[in-house]
Structures are given as structure tokens and as C-alpha cells.
């Protein structure tokens, strides 16, 4: 499903690569959770995904695709085949649960009826059943995260990218999150989780890399957050 | 293709930069009503150079009783011959496509029809104090003036050879001068009707950067990203013309109906005209706007 091939990326103006020769495989269905201190290419390796940065070196697949053939203006199609979830939210604060959903949906074009039909069970699968009303600010921060799952699940893609999903939240409310997560993987699409959370990292028992100043120094089935210390 | 979004996005846009909006409205309506009348200015000044060249454009004058200038104070009244040896050398000469003899009688007729509403005048002027004359019409307005009048001015009988563009050419720099006046001011306004909508879309895209980067995650495509800005920076430019058409509507009526007054020129632009010059200033509005929300986007809104 995400194949990276030898990847380097070195940002203008820096010195060191913020990834360098990364190989990887990730298959359709799995749950990765990608770890490592700030700075060690986490949030590169998820832009390198979405094509929102090239790669200095290497190849990357997404869904089958070559990322460097993939022209410009197919890089929405291959967006909207992924799904993301970040720290901070990024929900429309002037919407409510059911619009932002629906914005997803909305500016890809797609039919109202499909609309009323899709929100109502994305919002019972995360959990927020009888809160469709309500405007962001008056959820909790597990909540709005739950929402901004929604959306990014909304329109079923293959691939769900969640940047420290639980950055934000309390750790009694994490499990919550992450049992969503679980539930969208066990649909079939495949997660990658980039996370500092070592206590869900230890508890979920799944696939674990870890970079480190851009090199993956870890990679092993049914992992654990420190287990190379 | 969902209309009802891509309004409702344009709706928010344009009301939450309210203020860069109305100055975007103003500046286009100005600077596109300065251009029309620039173009009335043209079209006028065109008109009215071809309703004269049509006409006479050299007259020349020959002596009558009385008449002091040319040769008519050493040889008195112009004689049939001399009219006859003049008529032969316009003739012949191949710059002159017609030259119409006008005796006294008829050049009396015209003047009294002219000066109808000026009685004292009328009265006081004998019917053999007018002159007869040549009127001709040349091939090449411009160039060939000069050198024609230069060949029938001190023959016999001769009192004046007059180049009508002359006289017109004070009304023609008048209205060159009003033209290019106006025409500069358009153009400055226009390059700040261009920045003016390069920052009302930088500061609508700005302003907006929250949903335009979730439509981009999303997967929105390019165009359904930017086109609610596009449509905002059209729409505005379209209410803009709008006024600047009722602006030169009003132009027209008032301005170059006086300007007529003061110099009867014999033209005036036509409803047609008008139309010509408003659907001008919609394209020009369309272009600048488009154009710019369109470059602006692609430097602003990249995916």
C-alpha cells in the first residue's frame, strides 16, 4: 500500500537529511505506528505520502501509484484515497459536526443524497451519536478528534495518516481514540500512526518503526514503543 | 459540480473583506468609466474628422467689391476669365479630387441661413460683399494643403485660400489633449485596480487559508479550491462596471451633449456607440479581474 524506495529528503537550507535511504513496505489492512524523538522524520515521511513534499532521492508508491509520475493536477485523486487526522484537529470552527464532516465530502463533489446518507453512520462509527449539532467548541478535545476521524474516514480511503492523534488528549480519553482507530483499521483500511505515546504503543501490540535522525532503526512486528533502549 | 457551495464560499469571501471589496468596486468603476470616456473622447474627435474631411477642405477665396486682401486691391473684382484660368488649374492639378465653383448669389443663400438668428447682421450685409468662391475637396487632406493652396494663392482675382483643418485644428487638440488626459488617469487607476485585487484575493485567500487547506487534504482539485475565489474577484469587478456604465451613460448625456453645444460640430455619438465603449469596459473589467484573482491564486493557493 506505501513503498518507499531507498528515500532521501533533504529540506533547502539544512544540512542533514530529514530522511535518508528509508526502505519500507507497508501492506494493505495493517497498523503501523511510526515512532521516534522530534525531528526524526515522522512528520516528512506522512508529507512524503500525501505528495506534499518530493523526495530529494528514491521512489515512493502510494495505492499503487508512482509518486513521481503522478502529475499535478491527480494529486487531489491520490488525496482523497488517504485519510488524515492531525494533533491539533483542524476542524472549521464556524461549522458543526455534521458540516465539517460533510465539507469533506462537499468539495469533492459529491451528491447531497450520498451526503445524508454517509454522515449520520460515520458519526455513529466514531462514537458521537446525538452530538451531530454541536459546534466545535463545545466539544471536548477527544470529542473534536473523533470528528476530525470522521471526516478523514468519511469518504472510506485506503489509507488513514494520523499525526500524533492523542497529542492533544488525556490518556483515559486516548484509548478511546485509539479504539476508533482500531475499528477503522479492522474495515480494512490501513493506519499509520505517527506517535511519543509509549504507553498506547505498548498496549496495541502492532507493527512498530522507528526513525531516528531520519534513518529507520527499528522495524519489527507486534511491537513496543522502547524496546531498543 | 455543486453551484451552491461554490456561491455560498464566494458570499462569505466577499462579506468578510468588506472594506478591500467596496475599494476594489470603486477603483474598478473609476478607472473603467475614465477609460470609456477616454474611448467617447476618441470615437468623437474620429467622427468628427470624418464628417469634415467628407466636406470642403480648402476654400478659396475671390475677390468682390471691397475686398482688401490677395490680389483684389490691384486688379478690383475677380473677372469671368480669371475665373475661368483658375477653375483649368484646379483642374488639372492631381491632388484635388473636386473643386465647386460657388458664386456670390449662393454663397449669400448660405450665409443668410447661417446667420438667421443673428438678423443685424443679415441686414447690414450687401449680397455682393460676400465673396464667390472655390471649394475643394483633396485627395490627402494632411499633406496636400499646403502645396495646393500654395498654387492658387497670388493669382489674379485671388483673395484668400483658406485650410479648413485649421480651423478645426484648435477643437481637434482640445479634444486630443481631454483624450490623453484621460486616457493616462485610466491607466494609472487601472495598474490600481490590479493591486487591489491582487490583495483582496491574497487577503480572501488568507482569510480562508483554514478551509482551503482542509479541501486540499481532503482532495478538493485545483480548480473547485480556486474558483470561489475567482468568481469573487469577477463579481466585484462586474458590480464595479456596472457603475462605471451608469457613470458613462451619465458621460455622454451631460458632458459631451455640452461639448457639443460649444462646438457644433455637425456629430454626435450615436446610443451605439455608447453600448460599443460600456461592453469594452465589461471585457477590460472581466480580463483584469480574471486575470489577476487567476495569477494571484496560483502564487497564493498551491497545492
Known amino acids: 500500500m506505501i513503498h518507499f524506495d531507498n528515500v532521501t529528503k533533504t529540506y533547502a537550507n539544512q544540512g542533514r537529511p530529514a530522511l535518508e535511504n528509508v526502505n519500507l513496505d507497508v501492506e494493505k489492512g495493517e497498523f503501523v505506528f511510526l515512532v521516534g524523538p522530534s525531528g526524526s522524520g515522522k512528520s516528512t515521511f506522512l508529507r512524503l505520502v500525501l505528495k506534499e513534499e ?42 458543526n459536526v455534521y458540516q465539517n464532516i460533510a465539507f469533506a465530502l462537499e468539495v469533492i463533489g459529491k451528491p447531497r443524497r450520498f451526503i445524508r446518507k454517509v454522515v449520520p453512520e460515520v458519526i455513529d462509527l466514531v462514537g458521537l451519536e446525538g452530538k451531530r449539532d454541536r459546534m466545535p467548541d463545545e466539544l471536548s478535545g477527544g470529542e473534536q478528534q473523533r470528528v476530525a476521524m470522521a471526516r478523514a474516514f468519511v469518504n472510506r480511503p ?17 484509548i478511546g481514540i485509539m479504539k476508533v482507530l482500531d475499528r477503522i483499521n479492522r474495515t480494512g483500511t490501513t493506519v499509520v500512526m505517527a506517535t511519543h505515546d509509549a504507553a498506547i504503543v505498548d498496549s496495541m501490540r502492532k507493527r512498530v518503526i522507528e526513525l531516528e535522525y531520519g534513518k529507520v532503526v527499528r522495524d519489527q512486528s507486534r511491537g513496543v514503543y522502547g524496546q531498543a533502549y | 459540480m455543486r453551484a451552491q457551495f461554490v456561491f455560498s464560499e464566494v458570499w462569505i469571501g466577499l462579506r468578510r473583506n468588506l472594506t478591500m471589496t467596496v475599494a476594489l468596486i470603486v477603483v474598478v ?70 473643386a465647386k ?40 487632406t494632411e499633406a496636400d494643403a499646403l502645396p495646393v493652396s500654395q498654387v492658387v494663392d497670388g493669382y489674379p482675382g485671388v483673395a484668400s485660400v483658406v485650410d479648413d483643418s485649421s480651423i478645426l485644428g484648435g477643437f481637434y487638440r482640445l ?46 482539485s485545483n480548480f473547485y479550491v480556486q474558483l470561489p475565489f475567482l468568481v469573487e474577484g469577477m463579481i466585484a469587478g462586474l458590480i464595479g462596471w456596472l457603475v462605471a456604465a451608469g457613470l458613462l451613460v451619465l458621460v455622454k448625456s451631460v458632458l459631451l451633449s455640452n461639448l457639443h453645444n460649444i462646438f457644433p460640430t455637425g456629430v454626435t455619438l450615436t446610443t451605439a456607440d455608447l453600448v460599443e465603449v460600456i461592453i469594452v469596459a465589461m471585457i477590460t473589467a472581466l480580463l483584469i479581474c480574471g486575470a489577476t484573482s487567476f495569477l494571484t491564486l496560483r502564487r497564493y493557493l498551491r497545492v
Open chain 1, 54 to 95: 518530493r523526495p530529494t532521492s528514491g521512489r515512493i508508491h502510494v495505492a499503487g501509484k508512482d509518486l513521481a509520475r503522478l502529475t499535478n493536477w491527480k494529486v487531489p485523486h491520490l488525496r482523497r484515497r488517504i485519510g488524515c487526522v492531525f494533533q491539533d484537529f483542524r476542524l472549521l470552527p464556524n461549522k
Open chain 1, 158 to 174: 485506503m489509507i488513514l495518516l494520523a499525526d500524533e492523534p492523542t497529542g492533544n488528549i488525556d490518556p483515559a480519553t486516548s
Open chain 2, 101 to 140: 465653383f460657388v458664386t456670390q448669389a449662393e454663397a449669400y443663400q448660405q450665409f443668410r441661413s447661417e446667420f438667421h438668428d443673428n438678423q443685424p447682421i443679415v441686414k447690414y450685409t450687401a449680397a455682393n460683399q460676400i465673396p464667390s468662391s472655390f471649394e475643394i475637396r483633396l485627395k490627402n
Open chain 2, 29 to 98: 468603476a473609476i478607472s473603467l468609466s475614465l477609460l470609456g470616456t477616454g474611448l467617447m473622447f476618441v470615437k468623437q474627435v474620429d467622427n468628427t474628422r470624418t464628417y469634415w474631411q467628407s466636406r470642403v477642405q480648402l476654400s478659396v477665396y475671390l475677390c468682390s467689391p471691397g475686398t482688401l486682401g490677395g490680389t483684389c486691391q490691384k486688379n478690383g473684382p475677380v473677372t469671368q476669365q480669371e475665373i475661368a484660368t483658375i477653375q483649368q488649374e484646379l483642374n488639372s492639378n492631381r491632388d484635388i479630387v473636386s
Open chain 2, 175 to 220: 479634444l486630443d489633449g481631454a483624450r490623453n488626459a484621460v486616457v493616462i488617469i485610466a491607466i494609472f487607476l487601472l495598474v490600481a485596480a490590479i493591486l487591489l485585487v491582487a490583495n483582496t484575493i491574497r487577503l480572501s485567500a488568507f482569510n480562508r487559508r483554514r478551509e482551503t487547506s482542509i479541501m486540499r487534504l481532503v482532495g478538493a
